[in-house]
């Protein structure tokens, strides 16, 4: 037998393909036990598909109600190739004809067609006999022409594969005849065609062969062992040739399934019957369980529908001497609600781009239920409040769509449960959890964290120092969510924003490209861009409002009297000012700011240190005292002016005063300078005060009368009025009111006698009106002087 069986594996498979169309369908014929890799059939061919399309369409075979996967396809040629062992036995028992059903799925756009296997079987097993030996006891006095039920050999085979001879080993007493029943099993009988005489032979064994009609021939063989006995002319009658059961499943064991019942007319042993399975499954026999003596089946095995849906045995009843009888028991198992859908994820699209429009398939869901009827019938839903749903198709299967917009910088990942219930009762369900992750695009721009920034730097700061940082956040994942900062073009102060600052692109951090000056400009504005890497780029812009602090980096300048070492700057003050009296004033401004601008003025040294002070604040150089004979005609002061820094910076100035009611009074004035261009001038002066003689006498009588009026105002050595306009204040310096150091406007008048060089030349006053031009303000040098004095002196020996 088993070396039947290797020559049939190694012999030419013949593989008979039909091709059917029936609304898109398609059927093939195929042999069992055929190799894993065989050619069934090119699906694409047959129903007109792109073989290149069959990939990207995702085409798989299912088998309904099976997890195996007795088929597949090869996705480059579209044929249907042999995956697993198909076994018709195994598949289909005893049925005449063995269909498998398979779903072949496409994908993009959803496409089902159904998918018939018709399984031919061949001639892989050989006939069995339920037993090895067969024992009959019949009895010498037995009629020739007498008959004795011998069970039929089971061959797992259909067709012409099945059992179809039989040959009984050569003897002069037994001839062998097949019979059919009314239920159409087959059986045989051993006819007696010589009496028997059981003093000449007690026992006959004879080897019975059963032979199918498969190519190659397998057969079977049994011993039948027949015992010369006594007459026993009857055989058990069951009460009905066929019997039929109901069994529902998951039935517990030694559930009673059935009795069986059979009487022999026989009387002793004669007529004892006793049952067993004469014709029964491997699977059944693990499932079923037969009382010999009260023949009632029971349940032995885990009853499932879902395995077998029916069973058929055979029982035989046999009495004490070897006359049986067969009937035959059918049982239909039926169908409880004991399996939950299960639910298989076909196909998911991942991730999902957060820009996709609603209604977008996104995913392909198949519900199976191994249940029957309205216990295979299943509901699916989403419970949870996401943008998805569920959209039936096509027979099982539903497509996970989106019902509104995604945003991944709200939710990235949702996990969605989707719950299967059945129609039955109770109701199973189950559930399955499925992972979305949503793809980012560049939706969102780079927002900065504040509206605007403000930067606060000192001057005479270095180059690349930092002055702030500015940060902007970006919603987006990755390279759309990464953030490069930039200088936008622009200008300050007449040049490019980018000679005064700098951004770094990856932190943000603002620099300083120069050094910066308080008293060139104190803020400025430079506009800043924030853009992300995504494509297109998104941007927003942020000000940078930079304002610059003071430093005490200037000296406090002094405007009056005049710094210049060629100057010659001399005041006069007549012998009879009282104490408290202004006799000058110490201008000085500076160009910082603030408490770095507040001056102060100090006298550092003087001829006569108690004659005369200077205000802290204002500069005004006044007596202390009444000046008496005794003080010295020339007064020098060295006056220092300091501001509030720190470190305070200073600037120093000298002044002459002249103790003196007339000039002449002041032997150094008459030797301050005379030089050859003297008698020049003298000549032109004579000529013109002949000229003017006639009003001389009323000049003169004028002057000694605003002397007499203005005695005792301050007199200054100049041959003009002093005025300090704005227009000669340095650069960025600030007016009288603002926060400047320069806090008022001091004028000087001049006044002149018709005397020589001893007249009273300079009177100085304080006032806030009538201020002169510059171009009259006097800053002469000692020789200047002189010429005027020689002037004066040439036209007093010149009048009458």
């Not at 398609?26 to 894993?36: D, H």
């Not at 694409?44 to 085409?59: M, N, P």
């Not at 000296?555 to 009297?561: E, G, K, T």
Request: charged share 20%; proline share 5%.
């Amino acid at each position: 037998m088993h070396t039947q069986c290797d020559f049939q594996s190694l012999g030419f498979v013949f593989l008979f393909v039909v091709v059917q169309y029936a609304h898109g369908d398609l059927s093939y014929s195929v042999q069992e036990e055929l190799k894993r890799g065989t050619v069934i059939g090119n699906i694409a061919k047959d129903l007109g598909l792109e073989v290149g399309r069959l990939s990207a369409r995702k085409a798989r075979v299912d088998m309904e109600g099976s997890d195996k996967q007795y088929c597949g396809i090869n996705l480059r040629s579209g044929d249907l190739l042999v995956e697993e062992r198909i076994d018709r036995e195994e598949l289909c028992g005893e049925k005449p004809s063995c269909v498998l059903k398979f779903d072949l799925l496409l994908e993009t756009p959803l496409e089902l067609h159904r998918l018939t296997l018709q399984v031919q079987d061949i001639n892989d097993n050989a006939p069995i006999f339920p037993k090895d030996v067969v024992k009959l006891e019949i009895t010498e006095s037995a009629d020739r022409g007498a008959r004795y039920r011998v069970n039929a050999a089971h061959d797992a085979d259909t067709g012409k594969n099945s059992v179809k001879s039989y040959s009984l080993e050569q003897n002069p007493h037994f001839l062998f005849s097949i019979q059919t029943t009314s239920a159409g099993s087959k059986y045989g009988e051993l006819v007696l065609n010589k009496e028997l005489d059981r003093e000449e032979q007690q026992e006959i064994k004879l080897l019975l062969t059963a032979v199918d009609g498969g190519s190659p021939q397998r057969t079977g063989t049994v011993v039948i062992h027949v015992i010369v006995l006594d007459a026993n002319d009857n055989a058990p009658v069951f009460s009905e040739a066929v019997y039929s059961a109901t069994l529902p499943e998951n039935s517990p064991l030694k559930t009673p399934v059935i009795s069986v019942t059979a009487t022999d007319s026989d009387e002793s042993v004669n007529g004892e019957v006793i049952y067993e399975f004469c014709r029964i499954s491997d699977k059944s026999q693990k499932l079923f369980s037969l009382n010999e003596k009260t023949g009632e089946i029971t349940v032995t095995g885990d009853i499932d529908f879902e395995e077998g849906s029916k069973y058929e045995v055979f029982v035989e009843a046999k009495d004490g001497y070897g006359l049986s009888s067969e009937a035959k028991v059918i049982i239909d198992i039926t169908d409880l609600n004991d399996n939950a859908p299960v639910i298989y994820l076909k196909s998911l699209s991942i991730p999902i781009p957060e820009n996709v429009s609603p209604g977008t398939e996104v995913g392909i869901i198949n519900v199976q239920d191994r249940d029957s009827e309205n216990n295979k019938q299943v509901h699916c839903s989403i419970q949870q409040n996401v943008p998805f749903k569920l959209v039936p198709s096509i027979k099982n299967y539903y497509s996970l769509v989106t019902t509104g917009q995604l945003d991944r910088e709200l939710v990235s990942d949702y996990n969605i449960t989707i719950s299967a219930t059945d129609e039955g009762s109770p109701p199973l369900s189950s559930s399955k959890t499925v992972q979305l992750s949503v793809a980012d695009i560049n939706d969102n721009p780079p927002v900065f964290e504040e509206q605007y920034y403000s930067a606060y730097v000192t001057e005479n700061n270095k180059a690349g120092s930092t002055l702030c940082s500015v940060t902007a956040r970006d919603p987006d994942w990755r390279q759309n969510g990464t953030v490069i900062y930039s200088l936008l073009p622009g200008e300050v102060n007449g040049a490019p924003a980018s000679s005064y600052l700098s951004v770094n692109g990856d932190t943000g951090v603002v620099q300083a490209v120069r050094t910066f000056d308080y008293e060139q400009f104190r803020s400025f504005k430079v506009h800043l861009m924030a853009r992300d890497n995504g494509s297109p780029q998104l941007s927003s812009n942020v000000t940078v409002s930079v304002f610059i602090s003071d430093v005490n980096d200037n000296c406090p300048q002094i405007l009056y009297p005049a710094p210049e070492g060629n100057s010659f700057m001399t005041e006069l003050v007549t012998k009879a000012t009282h104490g408290g009296s202004l006799v000058s004033k110490v201008i000085a401004v500076d160009a910082d700011s603030g408490q770095n601008a507040w001056l102060s003025y100090h006298i550092v040294k003087s001829t006569d240190p108690g004659l005369f002070t200077i205000g802290v604040h204002s500069g005004e150089i006044r007596t202390q005292r009444d000046i008496s004979e005794s003080d010295s005609i020339k007064q020098n002061l060295i006056v220092a002016v300091k501001d509030n820094g720190q470190p305070s910076l200073s600037a120093t100035c000298s002044m002459m005063l002249l103790i003196s009611d007339n000039l002449a009074e002041v032997p150094e004035l008459k030797d301050i300078s005379y030089d050859e261009k003297n008698s020049n001038l003298t000549s032109y002066l004579i000529i013109a005060l002949v000229s003017v003689s006639t009003f001389l006498l009323t000049f003169i009588i004028i002057i000694l009368g605003v002397r007499f009026c203005c005695r005792r105002k301050p007199r200054l050595l100049f041959d003009g009025a002093v005025a300090i306009p704005s227009a000669y204040l340095p650069p960025n310096y600030a007016d009288v009111d603002g926060t400047g150091t320069l806090r008022s406007t001091y004028n000087y008048d001049a006044y002149l006698t018709t005397g020589s060089r001893t007249s009273d030349f300079k009177f100085v006053s304080s006032y806030n009106d009538n201020t002169l031009p510059a171009v009259q303000t006097l800053r002469k040098s000692p020789s200047d002087f002189a010429d005027a004095f020689g002037e004066l002196e040439e036209n007093s020996k010149a009048l009458p």
